[in-house]
């Protein structure tokens, strides 16, 4: 199967020939370059699509020391070769990828053996909403996105670095899923550490076929021939990969400590997903074979071979889910103007530590007895004011 999925992305998903944020790394390239050449560099979770996009954006700027830490070793492999095998990309002579959880006793060592850092960037995310099918991957998430969130900043405490980052989501501005809250709980516990060294996030669109999307599933239906299916009255902002990096230098390297970054993007600019599958079908040189039930599509995957590719479109019926995408809330206060293609919260809300401490003990009281989804959502509903959940009893494992 030849398919570009650059050229795709550029042609079909975001309809832009260059990278959205090229102006604002021209302007600031001086800024950048003094802000990472020749500097210690820790990431956590680089080898997802955003991390190793951050770090291929970053390279070009010569730091003197890498380390990167990911829980997905074979992610880590791939990265580390696609490094290798980029005329574009050149790793400093000093560089390790460890595939171990930054959560862990192991990690400390490595961190106490390699600190100080200039910058550490965090990408280490449970990122999709149907992580909150049931209490256990919801614990799972919350540990992962608030608790080894804080974890990371007591750590960091002891040997400050010049510039911290952590990714948020869209999804943290008005939540309506588990994960959202989850990642506006996270911004709240690094906003509480941002007077104590410089501390940055950003809010950004959906990554076009990043690692686990419902687009890179798509390259796996084609590869196995099986039918493609999405939500048909479910629109998304876009940004590619270059781009995801991209808003997570600039906001790590050029924002001030408090601040979180979003994409400037209009209405115009969102893509509906059954678009995109027609689009992608077309581009393969199929024809759409448009299915009304799972089994249907299924059955139909005989006719791929005669190049009719069979797709099923559902309307949006899942636990979480929100029809439509927003990067900021009424109550916050925007600089639109700093960035041509970069908007900046200024105001966003920061808990002093002892609320903070307040609510991590909370939520880890929460999980010590029998717990059910309802009484987390119950937590969080407490916590934060602005959340609503969205509850239909059908979780995203229930799709084809």
């Not at 952590?166 to 588990?178: F, H, Q, R, Y």
Request: charged share 25%.
């Amino acid at each position: 199967m030849l398919f570009n999925t650059d050229e795709f992305i550029k042609e079909k998903i975001t309809r832009r020939q260059k990278s959205l944020f090229k102006k604002d790394i021209t302007t600031h390239h001086a800024e950048i370059s003094i802000a990472i050449k020749d500097k210690s560099v820790l990431v956590i979770g680089g080898a997802g699509t955003i991390g190793a996009a951050f770090i291929k954006s970053l390279l070009p700027y010569q730091p003197k020391k890498l380390i990167v830490v990911d829980i997905n070793e074979n992610g880590l492999t791939e990265l580390v070769r696609d490094c290798r095998s980029s005329n574009k990309t050149i790793l400093p002579d000093y560089f390790k990828f460890y595939p171990l959880n930054f959560g862990s006793n192991i990690f400390d060592k490595i961190f106490q053996a390699e600190a100080p850092f200039d910058i550490v960037a965090n990408f280490a995310a449970h990122k999709h909403v149907r992580s909150e099918k049931d209490v256990f991957s919801i614990e799972a998430m919350i540990e992962n996105n608030v608790i080894n969130a804080k974890y990371l900043l007591d750590t960091l405490n002891a040997h400050k670095p010049e510039h911290f980052f952590c990714v948020s989501t869209d999804k943290a501005a008005n939540p309506v899923n588990i994960m959202g809250a989850s990642k506006k709980l996270m911004e709240e516990v690094i906003l509480a550490y941002s007077k104590d060294f410089n501390i940055t996030t950003a809010r950004f669109a959906n990554v076009a076929f990043s690692n686990g999307s419902l687009l890179a599933g798509f390259i796996e239906r084609i590869m196995k021939q099986q039918p493609l299916s999405c939500p048909e009255d479910v629109k998304r902002f876009f940004v590619s990969p270059q781009e995801a990096g991209e808003i997570c230098l600039l906001a790590c390297v050029l924002g001030k400590s408090g601040e979180i970054f979003f994409p400037k993007l209009q209405q115009n600019d969102m893509i509906n997903f059954a678009d995109i599958a027609i689009a992608f079908i077309q581009t393969l040189g199929y024809e759409p074979l448009i299915c009304t039930t799972e089994n249907e599509a299924k059955e139909k995957a005989i006719l791929i071979k005669e190049n009719k590719y069979p797709v099923y479109f559902f309307a949006s019926e899942t636990s979480g889910e929100k029809l439509y995408e927003e990067f900021y809330t009424e109550e916050e206060f925007l600089d639109m103007d700093t960035f041509t293609s970069l908007g900046i919260i200024k105001n966003a809300k920061r808990k002093d530590k002892a609320e903070l401490s307040n609510i991590i003990f909370q939520i880890k009281n929460l999980f010590l007895s029998t717990t059910e989804k309802h009484d987390v959502i119950a937590l969080l509903n407490k916590l934060l004011p602005g959340f609503r959940h969205i509850e239909t009893g059908i979780n995203l494992d229930q799709k084809m």
